[in-house]
């Protein structure tokens, strides 16, 4: 063990080094949150600063992975022994006005990312996919279909999923993407689906939805994470994509309904929303891959999801 000031011990150097992209966001503090309670040595990587309070104890960077030279100056060796990468963000805008900047965020930062990383010290990196990545193929998704864009969003994940499974075959690169569906639970940001509903609901208000018919999966965030990290430590895990999700599927309004009966009140208005171009009705996945090889369970179900979720919204900021 190499000395620390004063001679003694760095005890860091003995602890995991984890690089958390996108450790200011929804399942990065998450993520973030557990690498600190197993007592790692954690970095958080994020474009901008934000309102989310990290533990003390996390190295914290602020840098656009799209800038190759300024991500290099600001990880500097890049010597971490795991990364998991949560950066980029949903959205659905069409390439022609301004989809662009999703395959760029997606895709040319990844590439920034790894290149940017020291492979002598890097034991696995876990890539976060998306259910999207599915376009319109036939449910439930199994990893075995072709992708299908729907979006420069999902083909900037697909892009970066099969890059990776390049690397892996070619190179060695330790990489394994998650392909996580619709994951759900505290703190997650207000413009998405879940807490628009449940802040809809705890307010009492009337509120506009879809006719509700889709069929989705829902997966609380702790059993995402923890598949994350089984899968830094699955060996087997590298070049594989595996789906993420509770194996079961419920209706978006059997899900309003739900959060409506959790909360007691609350008045959508089913109908008032289009669905969207192109949108698959039946989404939801086969997870048999990630039992036999991540020997991971979904354990929280949805109501016990929901009714947690709930109460943190309830809770004063």
Request: proline share 6%; aromatic share 8%.
């Amino acid at each position: 063990m190499a000395p620390g000031r004063n001679g003694a011990p760095d005890l860091t150097q003995s602890r995991p080094r984890i690089l958390v992209v996108g450790g200011t966001g929804f399942i990065g503090t998450h993520v973030v949150s557990h690498a600190v309670s197993l007592g790692w040595n954690v970095c958080s990587l994020s474009v901008q600063s934000s309102g989310r309070h990290l533990p003390s104890e996390v190295r914290t960077i602020t840098a656009d992975i799209t800038s190759s030279r300024e991500l290099r100056e600001k990880l500097g060796t890049g010597a971490f022994d795991y990364v998991v990468n949560c950066g980029g963000y949903i959205d659905h805008a069409r390439f022609f006005s301004g989809g662009r900047r999703l395959i760029d965020a997606h895709f040319d930062g990844a590439l920034n990312l790894i290149e940017s990383l020291d492979r002598d010290v890097l034991k696995a990196f876990v890539n976060i996919g998306s259910s999207d990545e599915y376009g319109n193929n036939a449910a439930p998704q199994l990893e075995t279909q072709r992708e299908s864009p729907i979006s420069p969003y999902s083909c900037g994940k697909i892009a970066l999923t099969h890059l990776l499974q390049m690397l892996h075959s070619t190179e060695g690169f330790p990489s394994t993407t998650l392909r996580f569906f619709l994951v759900y639970g505290p703190g997650q940001d207000d413009r998405r689906f879940l807490p628009q509903i449940i802040k809809g609901c705890l307010d009492g208000q009337v509120f506009p939805t879809s006719h509700g018919e889709q069929f989705r999966d829902f997966c609380f965030v702790q059993d995402a994470v923890r598949a994350i990290f089984l899968a830094l430590e699955c060996k087997p895990a590298a070049g594989q994509v595996i789906n993420i999700g509770s194996g079961n599927p419920v209706a978006i309004r059997q899900m309003i309904e739900m959060v409506r009966g959790i909360v007691g009140r609350g008045s959508p208005q089913y109908g008032k929303i289009p669905y969207r171009t192109g949108e698959n009705m039946s989404l939801y996945p086969d997870i048999s891959k990630a039992r036999s090889l991540l020997h991971w369970e979904p354990l929280v179900d949805l109501n016990a999801g929901l009714v947690r979720t709930i109460d943190w919204y309830r809770e004063p900021t």
